[in-house]
């Protein structure tokens, strides 16, 4: 029974101890789109909180979609912005290839792509991240979520 306790003092002080920083070095989150499809017009909004501003940042773009996406790229508009300067940027994701099959990863009738923007390692608490998707239709169907990540970039 004591070696147990022990054990279990010693998790218990590497969680609380892990638990302990005050800024994080990343940052994910997700934004579900709505069933009836994804609006020309909506942009999704993102802004990264409690990031270290001493770290290098790798900034991705992620959609999740369904096997009934009927595309086999989504181009979409970026724009970053902090409280100096804007930067805005279009991007071409490559869901599948020349035969159809799916780049993304994922089991069942889900799938989930990411891709890394290029230049973004300035990312802080002020920057605002929105994403768009600038393909030619009104509403853009099979996409279930747009996501970021903010990743601390390692040389």
């Excluded at 017009?41 to 991705?60: C, E, I, K, M």
């Excluded at 902090?82 to 009738?109: E, Q, V």
Aim: one cysteine or more.
């Amino acid at each position: 029974m004591p070696k147990r306790l022990t054990y279990l003092v010693v998790i218990t002080c590497m969680l609380l101890t892990a638990s302990c920083a005050e800024k994080h070095s990343g940052y994910s989150c997700f934004t579900s789109l709505p069933e009836n499809g994804w609006v020309y017009g909506d942009s999704l909004v993102f802004q990264p909180s409690d990031l270290d501003s001493t770290d290098a940042r790798n900034v991705y773009i992620a959609i999740r979609h369904t096997n009934d996406y009927p595309y086999s790229n989504l181009w979409l508009e970026i724009n970053i912005c902090d409280s100096t300067s804007c930067h805005r940027d279009t991007l071409c994701m490559i869901l599948a290839d020349d035969f159809g099959r799916w780049n993304s990863k994922g089991i069942g009738p889900s799938k989930q792509f990411q891709m890394l923007l290029p230049g973004t390692a300035c990312i802080s608490d002020s920057t605002r991240i929105s994403v768009r998707h600038i393909m030619r239709t009104d509403t853009l169907h099979g996409i279930e979520q747009v996501g970021v990540t903010v990743e601390t970039s390692h040389p």
